[in-house]
C-alpha cells in the first residue's frame, strides 16, 4: 500500500479520498478487470476497533501512522451494488 491509500502518511488532516466519499458514497469500483458500483460507508465504534486490530495486524505500518497523528484514521467498507 502507498502512504496515500494508508491515510496520508499520518499527516494531521483527513486526506482528500476521505471528503470524496464523505460527500459521495456512491462509488465506481475498479478491481483487476472487472467494474462495479458500491456504497462506502465509514466503519465507526466497536466496528471500527475490531477492523482497525485486524488491519494492524495485516499491516503494522498503519499503527505508524496512527502514532504519527492525533485524529482517528478513518476506516470505509465497499459494498458492491447493482448498477
Not at 502518511?9 to 471528503?19: L, R
Not at 505508524?64 to 478513518?74: L, S, V
Amino acid at each position: 500500500m502507498s502512504s496515500e491509500l494508508n491515510d496520508n502518511g499520518g499527516s494531521s488532516t483527513h486526506p482528500s479520498w476521505f471528503h470524496n466519499l464523505k460527500a459521495q458514497p456512491k462509488i465506481k469500483v475498479e478491481l483487476g478487470s472487472e467494474t462495479f458500483t458500491a456504497l462506502a460507508q465509514e466503519v465507526t465504534g466497536a466496528a471500527r476497533a475490531e477492523l482497525w486490530s485486524k488491519l494492524v495486524v495485516a499491516s503494522p505500518t498503519l499503527a505508524r501512522f496512527q502514532a504519527q497523528t492525533a485524529r482517528q484514521i478513518p476506516l470505509f467498507t465497499l459494498t458492491r451494488r447493482s448498477s
